[in-house]
């Protein structure tokens, strides 16, 4: 039976409940994280706690966590009752439960609820991925992983009912970021190219690691914008996520990326990221 994390309650499936009048059920008022996890060991926490407190701040959500250790705490002892030796933990933090009105009180306190997931089977996905590309329609602070994710779905869901595994949003030509990852080119000089940190962007955390790995491993990597035209003549691309980690994109729209073969590059950040990973 799955246990949930509910306001400070492990609560089994059918007894774990929020408020219809909660206000991320109402208006999309929250924050979320997803972590992975492999053999109970949580992958890169204090980056993802970090950029948690960091939503909230944006929002002005109070945290219903006084620290982090409490919050690994709770996510240890869910891991056990859950029995999932490796997956996802996904953290949800609303503003709290109110009677329905846009403006809100400073006073109520948010709602938290943590569950696990089961890993995701990516094996196939590991040989290079196909990706389409269409308008970014999101808000102007991408930056905040907010629960409101509408564009984000949609887009995701036509590219899987059209065989595509992304949909990579695009702003006044411009490539900022997948749906749910982040996206790279590797251009004719050799050097790693992605959209800079901002707010058009969700700062990914496996972002952050690849380009850790990059400098150490003399690749250059260069924060600036690219189009569908630096697409068409790059070497290689990918796109990072918690989920995925790294994975070859070796098609974007009708274009095939290095003759749909993984690059070098990548098969170095792969390595290295599965290295640092795995301990
Ligand atoms: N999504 N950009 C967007 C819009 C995302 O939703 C995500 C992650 C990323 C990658 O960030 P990170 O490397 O920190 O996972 C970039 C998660 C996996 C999700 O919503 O399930």
């Not at 997956?87 to 006073?107: C, D, E, F, L, P």
């Not at 089977?121 to 970014?136: A, L, N, Q, Y």
């Amino acid at each position: 039976m799955e246990t949930y994390y509910v306001n400070g309650f492990f609560k089994r499936r059918n007894s774990a409940k929020i408020s219809v009048e909660d206000r991320g059920f109402n208006f999309s008022d929250g924050v979320y994280e997803l972590i992975s996890y492999l053999d109970e060991k949580l992958i890169f926490f204090e980056k993802h706690y970090s950029r948690l407190s960091k939503s909230l701040l944006s929002l002005k959500i109070s945290s219903p966590l006084s620290n982090k250790k409490i919050l690994k705490l709770i996510i240890k002892r869910l891991i056990k009752l859950n029995k999932i030796k490796s997956g996802y933990i996904y953290i949800q933090i609303t503003r709290g439960t109110a009677k329905r009105n846009h403006v809100y009180s400073q006073q109520i306190p948010p709602n938290l609820v943590i569950f696990c997931l089961p890993l995701r089977k990516i094996e196939k996905f590991k040989r290079g991925v196909k990706v389409r590309t269409s308008e970014d329609l999101r808000w102007g602070r991408c930056d905040v992983k907010s629960i409101s994710l509408l564009p984000n779905i949609l887009e995701k869901q036509i590219a899987f009912n059209q065989g595509y595994y992304e949909t990579w949003q695009t702003k006044d030509n411009y490539i900022t970021e997948g749906t749910t990852s982040n996206a790279f080119i590797v251009d004719r000089n050799g050097s790693i190219r992605t959209y800079p940190k901002s707010k058009h962007i969700l700062g990914g955390v496996t972002r952050d690691v690849i380009i850790q790995i990059a400098k150490k491993k003399s690749i250059k990597i260069i924060e600036k914008a690219f189009t569908l035209n630096d697409v068409k003549y790059c070497k290689e691309a990918f796109l990072t996520s918690t989920t995925v980690k790294i994975l070859p994109v070796i098609k974007v729209n009708d274009m095939k990326i290095n003759t749909m073969k993984i690059g070098e590059i990548t098969k170095i950040l792969t390595y290295n990221i599965n290295k640092k990973i795995n301990g």
